[in-house]
């Protein structure tokens, strides 16, 4: 899964995990914790990357940033102690926290959230939501605790988007190296990465608020096989498994020994379209394969009814949200004039690329045998993740892909020139821009239903379905978010009863 604005790994079975000696071990200990993963990340640096699974190791563990977002949604203060907003919403005044050192004992001061940002917003960047700090006019290091932002535009969500896991303070002397040995400001600090297997991370003890950390070691292990997992839980092996595949709940919510959490998100599960692709780059035809999709039974199939059924790339319970399901309503007779519109011959022969997610392996054999209906032939294609994010997301080697975009606000991604998908509308760009530069937050819901509305009519997508996380876990490991507005483990909030 991709984070705005995203996602694996090894599977391994029930047995080799419970013959792993420390596995056994960590259950014994009130101070450490296994959580579970699906996907191991490619690297630790949130800054490199599009694999959410990044943020879900190093985001508030290892690294900081200025702003934190909790679980409801809400900002609060975290490097930055207050900030302050000018009348015309374009300049944000950051007081920075005071005594903080990063890891390697070079302090944490304005200098360092200057470097940060200008590097985000840099020719050569490769952050994934460079568009954020390049739409900073200027950012000015006052004095060591005093940082001012200028941006060009406005933007509603500013204080929200300086607390994702893009927009973490990283050192200027360790900064080349962070995707192997993170250097932040965080209460933890990576002590073992061994590949295809786990990363543990370690208490730091110089960490500004030490005692208020209870947990001392974390262990994130990497699971992708959804029978692995739940083999993991019932063993014992693993204290708490975000995420986890939505069929593995029926053998817990029976069971004392687990707490079951089913968590609000802001992600969206689409079936991705390459918008250059020929025959895809007739709207006909993507409107064919709208039309095709039946999203209950996509739901059903992928995520066992865990679900709401999207008809763009927005979800209810998000500022300004209009259901446009009704706009591409299953309809298998439509989708086949459509496609005899645009001149398509049947069969159509199809790429379809699947990344290792249990939602998109499983949503991928639903999707194929309901195109197979009107006539295109979805050839599946199993990858791997780093095949995904190199092949598909960077090269764009793909005709569809299942994938779920987990960021609250990414709707600018439609208006990114080059993104993966290829959607290039110039009326889009204007419309974005007219939504991020509207003061007024009945205009800005307005427009951000005409945004929604284009992206339906114009099918960039199969849009499918708002997905709804699981987390399995010990029932005595105490605060595990309730909702994940984001993809974080926040371990720092963890602790045993």
């Known amino acids: 899964m991709i984070n705005r ?6 599977a391994a ?19 450490s914790v296994v959580l579970a993963m699906t996907l191991e990340p490619p690297g630790l640096d949130p800054t ?7 943020a879900e190791i190093v985001q508030y563990n290892v690294f900081e940033t200025l702003t934190k977002i909790n679980s409801d949604g809400t900002v609060s203060p975290l490097l930055a102690e207050s900030w302050e907003v000018s009348p015309d919403l374009k300049t944000y005044t950051f007081k920075l926290r005071k005594g903080v050192k990063f890891q390697n004992g070079e302090p944490f001061n304005a ?27 200027s950012v000015a290091a006052i004095d060591d605790y005093t940082v001012v932002v200028l941006n060009k535009g406005l933007d509603p969500d500013f204080l929200f988007l300086m607390g994702q896991a893009t927009a973490i303070i990283v050192e200027p002397k360790s900064v080349e190296t962070n995707a192997t040995k993170p250097v932040g400001t965080g209460p933890y600090q990576l002590s073992a990465w061994n590949k295809g297997s786990s990363v543990t991370l370690s208490k730091w003890d110089a960490y500004r608020n030490a005692a208020a950390i209870k947990i001392k070691k974390v262990t994130f292990r990497f699971i ?16 708490a498994f975000p995420r986890v595949t939505p069929r593995s709940v029926v053998q817990f919510k029976t069971n004392a020994k687990f707490q079951v959490v089913v968590s609000g998100s802001r992600a969206k599960t689409i079936l991705a379209i390459n918008n250059k692709k020929k025959p895809l780059d007739d709207v006909r035809v993507r409107r064919a394969i709208a ?21 763009s790339h927005y979800v209810p319970g998000a500022f300004g949200f209009v259901d446009t399901t009704g706009i591409n309503p299953f309809n298998i007779e439509k989708a086949k004039a459509l496609l005899a519109e645009a001149g398509v011959k049947t069969p159509l022969e199809l790429s379809l690329k699947l990344p290792p997610v249990p939602y998109a392996r499983q949503g991928g054999e ?7 209906k009107i006539g295109i032939i979805a050839k599946i294609e199993n990858v791997e993740w780093a095949q995904w994010l190199s092949g598909t997301y960077t090269n764009k080697n793909y005709d569809l892909t299942i994938i779920s975009h987990v960021e609250p606000f990414d709707l600018g991604n439609f208006a990114k020139s080059g993104y993966y ?66 993809f974080v483990n926040d371990i720092g909030a963890l602790s045993w009863s």
């Open 421 to 486: 998908w290829n959607y290039d509308s110039p009326q889009f760009v204007a419309l974005f821009d007219k939504i991020q530069n509207a003061p007024r937050a009945a205009d800005r819901a307005k427009l951000l239903g005409d945004a929604q509305r284009m992206l339906a009519n114009e099918s960039v997508h199969g849009f499918l379905y708002q997905p709804q996380w699981i987390t399995v876990a010990n029932k005595n490991l105490k605060g595990l978010w309730k909702d994940m507005p984001v």
């Open 366 to 372: 639903v999707i194929a045998a309901q195109l197979a």
């Open 5 to 10: 604005r995203q996602v694996l790994s090894t």
């Open 48 to 54: 490199a990357g599009a694999a959410s699974a990044i």
């Open 224 to 239: 992708s096989d959804p029978a692995a997992q739940v083999a993991a839980l019932l063993a014992g092996d693993v204290d």
């Open 291 to 311: 039309a095709a999709i039946d999203r209950k039974a996509v739901i059903e199939g992928a995520a066992d009814g865990y679900g709401v059924p999207i008809g």
């Open 111 to 137: 200098k360092a959230v200057k470097f940060s940002f200008e590097r985000a917003a840099a020719e050569k960047s490769t952050n994934k939501d460079k568009r954020t700090f390049a739409g900073m006019d």
């Open 13 to 31: 079975s029930g047995a080799a995990l419970a013959s792993l000696p420390w596995a056994a071990q960590a259950q014994g200990k009130k101070d």
